[in-house]
């Protein structure tokens, strides 16, 4: 049995500790520690190998809140799961690499290394092709980089282009004009631009 004790302003216990201590029951099920707060420490008992993986991902969510974001469940399944794969140390890399700020002041960052990969990689070269699940950020992160480059000046357009895969019927017989014909293919690049720009700032034009 050993134990580890590391320090953290009492602001931010609440925060890293999670409603109702959430996030810690999570880190001391997982690791079969005990974890215990006593005033700016926190004092972390298990076997060693354990204890030394709870206390990385401890200073993971500490980093987090820092940079000013808040805690999600996804953001402590996805370190454990980095923790456990021995990549704790690229993790931090995520909350000093910001894209970009919504309209609303919400700061938009890289939420796992392969979106960290993925954002270099445009960065990088002049043509990336984004491939994976649904949900796993491709178009959001693309139009992110794509709204950041416009307002930097390294663009001086942004082109939305999206292939119309059907269901059932052709894109000809569906009702109204094209722009509301387009539009369903369109609506997660439009949905991304409002949230990063704000509504009102497109002209449609056909082409």
Known sequence: MEQEKIQIPA????????SYDENVKKIQKEY?????????????SGENTNVKKAIQVINSLINIVKSGQTIEEQ??????????????????????DIICMTVNGRTLRPKTLGQK???????????????GPAGTGKT???????????????????ILTRPAIEAGEN?????????????????????????IMGSGIYAWQDS
């Open 32 to 44: 079969d520690v005990t974890v215990i707060n006593r005033g700016d420490d926190i004092l972390i």
């Open 75 to 96: 953001n402590i399944n996805y370190i454990i799961t980095e923790v456990n794969e021995k990549h704790s140390e690229d993790i931090d890399k995520l909350n000093s």
């Open 140 to 158: 959001y992160l693309a139009m992110a980089m794509a709204i950041t480059a416009f307002k930097n000046g390294e663009v001086n357009r942004i």
């Open 117 to 131: 990969h993925y954002i270099d990689s445009i960065k990088n070269n002049t043509v990336i092709f984004g491939i």
């Open 11 to 18: 602001s931010m216990i609440s925060a890293v500790f999670g």
């Open 171 to 195: 894109l000809g017989f569906l009702p109204g004009d094209l722009q509301q014909k387009v539009d369903p293919y369109l609506r997660p690049l439009y949905d991304a631009l409002y949230e």
